[in-house]
Nanobody, 119 residues
Framework: QVQLVESGGGLVQPGGSLRLSCAAS????????MAWYRQAPGNQRELVAK???????NYADSVKGRFTISRDNAGNTVYLQMNSLKPEDTAVYYC?????????????WGQGTQVTVSS
């Protein structure tokens, strides 16, 4: 099992920046990808950015050029640098880990951190 703890959310003005962090613990050697998702009120949860254990990244079209996903060398912590924030970026942001164990794929989630973009 993997435990994920997010931090770094908060209130920011349009055009501002925030950096989210997600610290993983537990069976981290079984993780092959980590991602950030977000869910705004009344909307489905959507993928924001993903990074694989090989370092490959992909982003939602709505955040390309503004958000950057990265991880530390140990692979224990994943970051989401968010620049040029817009009101439509307001959502609860969730950290996700995909892992494989005994031939099965598991998806672990953090509790989420609120990001509010407002003047």
């Amino acid at each position: 099992q993997v435990q994920l703890v997010e931090s770094g959310g908060g209130l920011v003005q349009p055009g501002g920046s925030l950096r989210l962090s997600c610290a993983a613990s537990g069976s981290i050697s079984s993780i092959y990808a980590m991602a950030w998702y977000r869910q705004a009120p009344g909307n489905q949860r959507e993928l924001v950015a993903k990074i694989t254990s090989g370092g490959r990244t992909n982003y939602a079209d709505s955040v390309k050029g503004r958000f950057t996903i990265s991880r530390d060398n140990a692979g224990n912590t994943v970051y989401l640098q968010m620049n040029s924030l817009k009101p439509e970026d307001t959502a609860v942001y969730y950290c996700n880990a995909d892992r494989m164990w005994a031939g099965l794929i598991y998806h672990d989630w953090g509790q989420g951190t609120q990001v509010t973009v407002s003047s």
